[in-house]
């Protein structure tokens, strides 16, 4: 049984044989942290799809940690997604997070067909159809809304279709302010959403970075991170030191006021993860 509050980690595939080394040593130094399960994400089209078995199967087998995979139904059709998921029920993988997934740049206009998933909600209920109980599946939430939803009433809509079709738990996209969060859950409990939302974390170490992806992935940046932020954008150690700070406080916070737990979007790096996560653990 895992018990609240929950610590898990995110990571991705690498792209070489020297990044994935690297992988499997911050692997085993976040390890240490002893977190109750790390994720690993799964590229466009399913491009990374081995990757990401190899390095779940990896941590389950080498430090007998839960570890969930991600899974996307762009690109793939019904037959091809049942197939991943008899694959990763033969490697003994029994945790997925279902994603509906975005397309690929080098094929960016791509459109779900008669034959594919259109929703992730639909994935979900596919996997419940046909594997039952068998996978844990959590769900990815946006406290802010998706970037294609009309509203944020109209996104906790659909979330909870995923849950009314099969989840288990949610995953929130990163945010900065706190509020966003809370407002979020409040929105979802009116609509009898009782699984746990997981609030997702991102330590600042790179503003410019931060901006840029803020900028593709919908989130919004308040005006507090930018007035800490900016005049330290050249500045790699004052950024990594005021990051630590402000992801310390925000996780404090949210523990303090009910979060199920955290989850830290690592970005294949042992730090500044290690530093808050033992800063937040520290008693007093």
Known sequence: MIIMPTYSFELFPPKTPEGHARLLETIARLADL????????????????EKTLDIVEHIRKT???????????????????????EDMKRRGI?????????????????????????????LVAF?????????????????????????????ALVLKGKVDTGADYVITQLFFDNRDYFDYVARLKKLGVTVPVIPGILPITDYAGLVRFCQ???????????DIFKPLAND??????????????????????????????????????DAVVNAIRAPG
Not at 63 to 85: F, M, P, Q, R, S
């Open 216 to 226: 593709v992935c919908g989130a919004s940046i308040p005006q507090k991170v930018h």
């Open 94 to 122: 029994s945790d997925v997070l279902a994603l509906r997934g975005d397309p690929p740049k080098d094929n960016p206009g791509w459109a779900p067909g008669p034959d594919n998933f259109k929703y992730s909600s639909e």
């Open 127 to 155: 996997i419940r159809a046909n594997f039952g109980k068998y996978f844990t599946i959590g769900v990815a939430g946006f406290p802010e809304g998706h970037v294609l939803s009309p509203n944020k009433e109209f996104d």
């Open 236 to 273: 790699p150690q004052k950024t990594f030191e005021a990051g630590a700070e402000f992801a310390v406080a925000q996780c404090r916070e949210l523990l303090a006021k009910g979060a199920p737990g955290l989850h830290f979007y690592t970005l294949n790096k042992v730090s500044p993860t």
């Open 34 to 49: 002893k977190p109750d399960f790390f994720s690993c994400t799964y590229g466009a089209g399913g491009g990374s799809r």
């Open 63 to 85: 430090h007998g940690i839960k570890a969930v995979a991600h899974l996307t139904c762009v690109l793939h059709t019904k037959d091809e997604v049942k197939k991943i998921l």
